[in-house]
């Protein structure tokens, strides 16, 4: 016999864990972003204190171009690596509406026969 209770229960915990999961999530991200921050900061530090220790304009120029180089396949890598963490959140935050969805469609089918 269905009973409301234990639906309510069911669904109750599955809210909480996914919740749980999200917050997990969003911290994954926010120490991913932090970290990478903290690197981005360090590395723009170091290049200005050998820029400044520079003697000539050529080598000022190839200083700055490797850094640019660096800091952008820097910044690419960290949003492939902040995307995968989103993606990986959107399908935890999904995953309650998985099951019902499809076991509530085949009902549907069964019925329509």
Do not use: W
Request: include cysteine; charge should be negative; proline fraction near 3%.
């Amino acid at each position: 016999m269905f009973s409301f209770d234990d639906a309510g229960k069911q669904t109750m915990d599955a809210m909480l864990k996914n919740y749980a999961d999200m917050a997990k999530s969003f911290q994954q991200i926010a120490a991913q972003t932090s970290d990478y921050s903290r690197k981005s900061f360090s590395d723009m530090a170091t290049f200005f204190e050998t820029l400044a220790t520079t003697r000539s304009v050529e080598s000022a120029v190839e200083l700055q171009a490797t850094y640019v180089k660096t800091a952008c396949d820097d910044f690419i890598a960290q949003a492939a690596r902040v995307g995968d963490l989103y993606a990986d959140l959107a399908k935890s935050a999904y995953q309650p509406f998985e099951a019902p969805v499809p076991a509530k469609a085949a009902g549907r089918n069964a019925n329509a026969h």
